[in-house]
């Protein structure tokens, strides 16, 4: 089983950039050593809407197991509960979601106008 653990960047105001979102992956509870993958962001509405995020994702500490996506402002410009998954890939055919049992989950708050 794969999950995911949020260091920072999945509370937001609409339209921030900052803090960049940073999750750790990890299988079977352990750290997932990621050196040799790619790994893609991908992050939606939870209403199932289109695809906000589908890009790579910055591998940051692939021993362990930690990437990280800046925002962009057209990422942030609609406040609601959003979900997510990290895919890896070595490159030889092996790909692996995180979590491959649920999503991760971000919320981008309203701003006061």
């Known amino acids: 089983m794969t999950s ?17 979102l940073r999750l750790r992956l990890y299988e079977d509870g352990e750290p997932k050593n990621i050196s040799g993958y790619t790994a893609e962001i991908r992050i939606r509405k939870t209403t199932g809407d ?7 994702a910055t591998i940051r500490d692939a021993r362990a197991g930690v990437v990280e996506h800046t925002w962009t402002p057209t990422e942030t410009e609609e406040a609601g ?6 895919t890896i890939d070595d490159g030889a055919g092996s790909i692996l979601t995180f ?12 701003i006061i106008e």
């Open 81 to 86: 509960l959003y979900e997510g998954e990290v």
């Open 50 to 56: 289109p695809i906000v995020v589908d890009t790579q």
């Open 4 to 20: 995911v653990e949020t260091f920072q960047g999945d509370q937001l105001k609409k339209g921030d950039t900052e803090p960049s």
């Open 99 to 110: 979590p491959n049992d649920s999503m991760f989950n971000i919320h981008i708050m309203d």
